[in-house]
């Protein structure tokens, strides 16, 4: 069955990186998009950014443009989405979706998230 | 790319239909028929419920159902139940390769 596994929960200082990564099972990783969606508390959904496994190619929100990058490691089935220069509006829960309509945000499949505390 | 725009909370009793709307502009929602609705549980991920405007992903009941006019499009729940109650957020395709959600809704199931 179609599986994504992500790295557990973190606290970083404001101005430091992130990276969390997202391992997937149970499907052809090259048929599929990988979306990142993130979700502080309270608050509602937020559309990151994408990686084509196929080739590796991204696309990221305006927002984050420069800030953040989507990698691919198809040998290890995996994803990562690292963040640079945090801050504490970057606290929230990131999340890793397969897309199954093109680039669009559609997806069917989800990691459990990974919660990213960034405090001083 | 602004968020699209839903309402903060609807509400219903069990039984009866809802509607959520989702308004976006000329180069998202009005453009593509790639609109979709997501439930999220507390404590959840977010769950596919409707795409491309009005398909429904296997599993999902025939109780939920979506449409599209101009810039907003919809999410019609009938005879609601006490475990649809979750909050729900609409997206769309806005142009090259990127993609925008709605505010989100909190249904309440009175």
Redesign the interface.
């Known amino acids: 069955q179609v599986q994504l596994v992500q790295s557990g929960a973190e606290v970083k200082r404001p101005g430091a990186s992130l990276k969390v990564s997202c391992t997937a099972s149970g499907y052809t990783l090259s048929s599929h998009y990988i979306?990142w969606?993130r979700q502080a508390p309270g608050q509602?959904?937020?559309?990151m950014g994408?990686i084509n496994p196929s080739g590796g190619r991204t696309?990221y929100?305006?927002?984050f443009q420069g800030r953040v990058t989507v990698t691919s490691d198809t040998s290890a089935s995996s994803f990562y989405m690292e963040l640079r220069s945090l801050r504490s509006e970057d606290t929230a829960v990131y999340?890793c979706?397969r897309g199954?309509?093109d680039?669009?945000?559609?997806?069917?499949h989800?990691?459990?998230?990974t919660l990213v505390t960034v405090s001083s | 790319q602004s968020a699209l725009t839903q309402p903060a909370a609807v509400s219903g009793s069990p039984g009866q239909s809802i509607t959520i709307s989702c308004t976006g502009t000329s180069g998202d929602v009005g453009k593509y028929n790639l609109v979709s609705w997501y439930q999220q549980h507390p404590g959840k991920a977010p769950k596919l419920m409707i795409y491309e405007g009005s398909k429904r992903p296997a599993g999902v009941s025939n109780r939920f159902s979506g449409s599209k006019s101009g810039n907003t499009a919809s999410l019609t729940i009938s005879g609601l139940q006490t475990d649809d109650e979750a909050d729900y957020y609409c997206c769309s395709y806005a142009g090259s390769d990127t993609s925008v959600f709605g505010g989100g809704t909190k249904l309440t199931v009175l």
């Open positions: 979306h969606v509602g959904l937020e559309w994408l696309t929100a305006q927002k999340y979706a199954i309509v680039t669009a945000m559609v997806t069917d989800w990691g459990q998230g």
